[in-house]
């Protein structure tokens, strides 16, 4: 069974800096999406960026960056210049992309982000 | 499109009381997912459909707990006989089959008192 595992149940950052999520996960599948969601307080958890696990380059959406190692099964989310609206909950998420396996999302325990002014 | 909607947003409830959700998807979306989320942890799975046909289900859901998605449009979640374990945040997601992403509702959360 797959499982996804993120250590670092609270972090801060000084807005404009830059912070680095951890995530490792599990998984004896060759063909796979990793993905962090944001939840901020009180509302909808929402996409921020996903990884093929086919392709070698790190998936990019303008702040945020995954460094991707999947020989080492870590996926890691950089988050640069750091805004107050990037406070939340986010979490680490596996889906494999195989026609036999399951389409269900696994998720991470979350890391709280507070971003200090 | 005004995204994934989950009726009702707060529901409260005494034990052993049965009570039922409601999630409508994104129109185009076959996927369709419920997860359940407690304080500080991250959403568990339950059962996911695609079109109407439930295609897991979670070993943790208790027969108490049921899911239907009679016409691969709107689901809903059942829960019989609440018990105060069953507080919690229930989230619905969908998913287009060609589009590998979730979207989410703002869910719906189960107080059981």
């Known amino acids: 069974a797959q499982t996804v595992t993120q250590s670092q149940p609270e972090m801060s950052v000084q807005e404009a800096e830059t912070v680095t999520l951890s995530c490792t996960y599990d998984?004896?599948?060759?063909?796979?999406?990793l993905f962090w969601y944001k939840q901020p307080p009180s509302r909808q958890m929402i996409l921020v960026i996903r990884?093929?696990?086919?392709?070698?380059q790190n998936a990019t959406e303008n702040r945020f960056s995954v460094n991707f190692q999947k020989a080492a099964k870590s996926f890691s989310l950089k988050i640069s210049d750091s805004q107050l609206g990037d406070a939340a909950m986010y979490f680490c998420a596996y889906r494999s992309a195989s026609t036999s396996g399951t389409y269900k999302y696994i998720f991470g325990t979350g890391t709280r982000l507070k971003v200090l002014a | 499109d005004t995204g994934v909607s989950q009726d009702p947003r707060h529901k409260i409830t005494k034990r052993g009381q049965n009570v039922t959700f409601r999630c409508d998807p994104i129109s185009e979306h076959n996927r369709l997912y419920w997860y359940r989320q407690t304080l500080g942890q991250g959403p568990e799975f339950l059962t996911y459909f695609q079109n109407e046909a439930q295609l897991e289900k979670s070993r943790l859901l208790s027969d108490r707990f049921s899911a239907e998605r009679p016409k691969g449009s709107f689901s809903t979640l059942e829960i019989q006989r609440t018990e105060q374990g069953d507080s919690a945040m229930y989230l619905c997601a969908s998913e287009e089959v060609l589009n590998t992403e979730a979207f989410f509702g703002q869910g719906t959360r189960l107080t059981v008192v």
């Open positions: 990884q093929e696990a086919y392709k070698q």
């Open positions: 998984t004896s599948e060759s063909d796979y999406y």
